[in-house]
């Protein structure tokens, strides 16, 4: 069926020509209508997932260069630094229970005589 040149196909007519290319009236309008051309270029780019939007939307949410390495590197100061701090803290209470286990020994009432032992 020939169409005229000037009458633009539908958006599901040319997705449909995107993906198989048969009709040749489509063809022969796409190369002179710059605005089937734009759909088509539109519709080339939805497919393959690089839209203007979603392309502008991918590089203003893009994560910084070198995100996960810094990210990585600060999360293991921090881990270190908390093995570090309970270290620090384990040796802390083990310096003041050395006094305590000290006064313990220095001031317990010695042991009473058993029954049937001198001294």
Request: proline share 7%; glycine share 10%.
């Amino acid at each position: 069926m020939k169409r005229p040149r000037w009458l633009h196909p539908r958006r599901s007519q040319l997705a449909r020509w995107l993906e198989t290319g048969e009709s040749e009236w489509i063809t022969a309008h796409v190369e002179d209508c710059s605005r089937c051309a734009a759909v088509i270029e539109e519709l080339a780019g939805a497919a393959s997932g690089d839209d203007a939007l979603g392309g502008m939307l991918r590089e203003a949410l893009a994560p910084p260069v070198g995100l996960g390495d810094r990210v990585s590197e600060e999360v293991a100061r921090r881990v270190e630094e908390r093995e570090r701090t309970r270290r620090d803290l384990q040796l802390l209470g083990e310096m003041f229970g050395i006094g305590i286990e000290t006064a313990r020994s220095v001031l317990a009432p010695p042991p009473e005589p058993e029954e049937g032992t001198e001294s």
